[in-house]
């Protein structure tokens, strides 16, 4: 690898681009610190745990714009568990899933693997591209991913499908980036490693009144849930501000300050906003360079908080990211499955802009230099 040096000068002033885990502000680490010695170390059911999660359920509902009745409703164990915990609690017998990337199809792979489930339909297009719902009869579930963080894709959300079947969607790199008409989703959940600026292990489900519904009737349908993944432990354990395992008090520290920040700096519409810019920023630059592109080509699909760019042949994207880390540009390696001559850029919230823009001014030193 050859030995370059990014001049001081066009670096960001913080280099941290993760899709996820995504960049955590110094200031949040700080305000850790001054409250552990009464959190950290602390009973999960206690006051001190209690107050931090109700804080992040308050903030959340606040920064969402929840309709009347729509709760709350935070489990351990990520994105991942939830998926399993949909499988056994919300849908009724057969789903329709949209799959246009890694994290849709996973989930589409869980469904289908339930024996006590219908097939699917999983509605598909190439990575790059996005799959939409076809309204089909017999379809309790429709669920889709609202940002695909393997390929930077991202659609709207759309209108109701059926008043009958539950509306999903996976806001895990979504959440706080992408604007949400809530009143159009039952279940809206998400990782708070993401544009929660956090780290990982718990997963937050903003769900409607028929999604709620909807647990308590499968859950009283006989049908075997392990205690793990059932949601009405998860939701009367939310309903008291606490997790039914014992969670990362970090993690649940630094999503609520995220959340508490956001909604001081304008809420959903400024964040939203937010990354609009860095987008603009980021895809401007790749539309004008003669080595880069965006690897969404529809304008209309382009993430505005995962952006992914592809490079021509003669630039080594895996040799620039690597040039980039040892100068301290971090985690702007492709998603590994995608397999394409490409970087990618996490744009969360939680980023500058201005460093967005630095950061494309170091990418063009590098493939100079190189």
Known sequence: MADVRIPSKLLPKDGRFGAGPSKVPESFVKSLVDAAPGFLGTSHRQPPVKREVARLRHGLRELFSLPDGYEVVIGNGGTTAFWDAAVFGLISQRAQLANFGEFGAKFAAAADKAPFLDAPTVVS????????????????????????????????????????????????????????????????????????????????????????????????????????????????????????????????????????????????????????????????????????????????????????????????????????????????????KLGRNQLRIGMYPAVDTEDVAALTGCIDYVVEAL
């Open 125 to 336: 297009a190439e990575p790059g591209s996005a799959a939409f719902f076809q309204p089909e009869s017999g379809i309790d579930v429709y669920a889709s991913p609202h940002n695909e963080t393997s390929t930077g894709v991202a659609i709207p959300i759309p209108q109701r499908i059926s008043d009958d079947a539950l509306m999903m969607y996976d806001g895990t790199s979504a959440a706080a980036g992408l604007p949400v008409p809530m009143s159009q989703t039952d279940v809206y959940y998400f990782a708070p490693q993401k544009g929660l600026a956090s780290e990982g292990g718990l997963w937050i489900a903003l769900m409607s009144p028929a999604a709620l519904e909807r647990v308590e009737r499968i859950a009283g349908s006989g049908r075997y849930i392990p205690d793990f993944f059932d949601l009405t432990t998860a939701v009367t354990n939310s309903r008291k501000d606490q997790t039914y395992n014992t969670p990362s008090l970090t993690t649940i520290f630094f999503a609520a300050e995220q959340v508490d920040t956001l909604n001081r700096a304008g809420g959903l519409d400024a964040a939203v906003a937010r990354c609009d810019a860095s987008a603009t920023t980021l895809y401007h630059w790749a539309e004008t360079s003669p080595v880069a592109s965006p690897f969404v080509s529809d304008p209309k699909l382009r993430s505005h908080v995962v952006a992914t760019i592809d490079f021509t042949e003669e630039v080594d994207a895996a040799k620039v990211a690597q040039i980039l880390r040892a100068n301290g540009v971090v985690d702007t390696e492709p998603y590994r």
